[in-house]
C-alpha cells in the first residue's frame, strides 16, 4: 500500500493562497489516480478533484473550480493542490488519496490515505 503524507496546511485570511503537498512513498507502474477530499466539522468528506497519472487530466469540484489547481512532479513523487482565492467554507481537514485506476471523486474507490492537513481561511 502506497504511504501517503500531506502538508502545506495553515490559517490564512480570505482571499489568501496555499499549495498543499501530498507526498508518496512510491509511485505505481499502472495508471492511477491521486484525489483530494476535504472534510469540516459535522459534515460529510468531500471530492476536491483528483489529477490522472495517464494523461494528466484533472477534475474539479464546482465549489473550487477556476481557484484550485492540481498538479504533480513525479521525480518528487508529489501531487500539489494549489489554492487561491480561499474562503471561509474551504475551511476543513484536507486529505490525499491514491489508487489504481481512473481519476474519480469517490471516497471508496481510494485505498491509500494520507493523515490529513489542517486548513483555515479566517479574518
Known amino acids: 500500500q502506497v504511504q501517503l503524507v500531506e502538508s502545506g496546511g495553515g490559517l490564512v485570511q480570505p482571499g489568501g493562497s496555499l499549495r498543499l503537498s501530498c507526498a508518496a512513498s512510491?509511485?505505481?507502474?499502472?495508471?492511477?489516480?491521486t484525489a483530494w477530499f476535504r472534510q469540516a466539522p459535522g459534515k460529510e468528506r468531500e471530492g476536491v478533484g483528483c489529477?490522472?497519472?495517464?494523461?494528466?487530466?484533472?477534475y474539479y469540484a464546482d465549489s473550487v473550480k477556476g481557484r484550485f489547481t492540481i498538479s504533480r512532479d513525479n521525480a518528487k513523487k508529489t501531487v500539489y493542490l494549489q489554492m487561491n482565492s480561499l474562503k471561509p467554507e474551504d475551511t476543513a481537514v484536507y486529505y490525499c488519496?491514491?489508487?489504481?485506476?481512473?481519476?474519480?471523486?469517490?471516497?471508496?474507490?481510494?485505498?491509500?490515505w494520507g493523515q490529513g492537513t489542517q486548513v483555515t481561511v479566517s479574518s
Open positions: 488519496a491514491t489508487d489504481l485506476g481512473p481519476c474519480t471523486v469517490v471516497a471508496d474507490d481510494f485505498a491509500s
Open positions: 512510491e509511485i505505481p507502474l499502472d495508471d492511477f489516480a
Open positions: 489529477i490522472s497519472s495517464s494523461d494528466g487530466s484533472t
